[in-house]
Nanobody, 122 residues
Framework: VQVVQSGGGLVQPGGSLRLSCAASGLAFANYDMGWFLQAPGKERIIAAA????????YYAESVKGRFTVSRDNAKNTLYLQMNNLKPEDTAVYYC????????????????WGQGTQVTVSS
């Protein structure tokens, strides 16, 4: 299994970025996918997640209404559209996969991307 991220970078407050995560070596539609963030000096936390077929999503309160998680199963790719970015969104962002489950989308991930830096600053 390989999970490769792209996107990220430096953006001004109020700006937008889109992260992508391409997975290979797995039956992508059978995997729930999540986006996690780790701010400097803090623990990694979940930002958003989506079920294998895209029917259900989860968002942390801190990103709700600003971030949108989506997936294209035909392309084995996960996305995170981030709008109205704030300095407190500055973090390393990771995508991750887990075998589909009826449990909450907030845990159980075992395949991780390499991480990508997002910096929100003027």
């Amino acid at each position: 299994v390989q999970v490769v991220q792209s996107g990220g970078g430096l953006v001004q407050p109020g700006g937008s970025l889109r992260l992508s995560c391409a997975a290979s070596g797995l039956a992508f539609a059978n995997y729930d996918m999540g986006w996690f963030l780790q701010a400097p000096g803090k623990e990694r936390i979940i930002a958003a997640a989506i079920t294998g077929r895209g029917s259900n999503t989860y968002y942390a309160e801190s990103v709700k209404g600003r971030f949108t998680v989506s997936r294209d199963n035909a392309k084995n790719t996960l996305y995170l559209q981030m709008n109205n970015l704030k300095p407190e969104d500055t973090a390393v962002y990771y995508c991750a996969a887990r075998w589909r489950s009826e449990t909450m989308l907030t845990s159980g991930y075992g395949h991780w991307g390499q991480g990508t830096q997002v910096t929100v600053s003027s």
